[in-house]
């Protein structure tokens, strides 16, 4: 179910990631898939988390795109840093902003950590994946 076979670099990247919250190899690909994918896709109405609307999803996508194009480098550490502080910007807690932002960019509720696996999805394509998330919200 893969668009893409990962590189060893990834595929190492990822096991380290997911070990701890795979019971079975078998539930490993349903988990993953998402980072060796071209495109993925969801429900919209799964961004929107419990005690937001879709005004407030949209301000979290948008503020998330640009903290995140802003980045120079685009490691974990400094993607959590800037991640973090949208809670505080928009009064919001911050399970609310992380799960609208893991289900942009894996299409599931729970995904492997969400910081590190930014990181492996890389700058251009997270970003792709949060225009597209807000897109589908503004139809």
Known sequence: QFDRLPSVREA???ASLVKDRLKTLNDAESFVAFLFRDDISYDSEKLIQKGMDTEKTLIVLEIGRKKLAALESFYADEIELSL???S???????????GTLRVATSGQDVS????PSL??????KVLLLLDKAKRELEV
Do not use: N, Y
């Open 84 to 86: 973090r502080s949208i």
């Open 112 to 115: 492997p950590p969400l910081f």
């Open 88 to 98: 505080g910007e928009i009064d919001a807690k911050t399970g609310q902003v992380l």
């Open 119 to 124: 990181e492996i999805l890389g700058k251009e």
């Open 12 to 14: 190492t990247s990822v």
